[in-house]
């Protein structure tokens, strides 16, 4: 009996646990590349967006599991319940990037208080993290945002995608590519949500991309102009 109380104890943080693992996998496959100071800012600004997600998920009242990263792949917070509507998708979607986006800014704040190079590569990280997610193709953040508009938008998420492959050059660009099959939910009710939450949404994500362009860019160049000649 004994043992059985501590397998259930074991599989109620099993979750929790695993998570952890993967980030302390993480941390350990940055470092290798940037160090371990870096490594742990990177991954904790990656956990913060996915925790948006999640809180999201969980007030909405939908089932959601911790965030899973996978180094130099990715990140995912898995749904085990589908929202309702497109608004909730859009609620949660959402979620990641405006909070990783306010704690990028804490960070940037901190760097410019400090003069750390390190905070403000931090910062640069963080903002690129969260517009790249908001490029408006499913399984991007930006693509299940869109959605209340219409997921026709995803259309121009392609281009989009081909572009930041030139930038970033990474292979699972191309796979994602490859793999996008956009598919509107079977519930043809699935879209229908008053126009006024389009437009608010539609708002919203003008507006935060807007400002993580801009807050990208002009991070970028204060980073180049710590680094020098």
Known sequence: MGFLL??????????????ALFMVVSIGAYALLFGWQFAVGFVLLIVVHELGHYVAARRLGLAAGLPMLIPFVGAWTQLRDQPLTVAQEAQVAFAGPFVGTLVTAAVLGLA???HSGLLMALAYAGFFINLFNLIPLVPFDGGHIVAILSPKVWFAGVPILLAAFFYVRSPMLVIILLL????????PRYYEVPVD???RYGCYYIFLLTFLCVMTYQTHAQVEALRGP
């Open 197 to 199: 939450a389009r437009i």
């Open 180 to 187: 996008v099959a956009p598919t509107i939910a079977h519930n």
């Open 6 to 19: 501590s397998l259930l104890k074991f599989a109620k943080f099993g979750p929790i646990l695993k998570s």
């Open 112 to 114: 410019l208080d400090q």
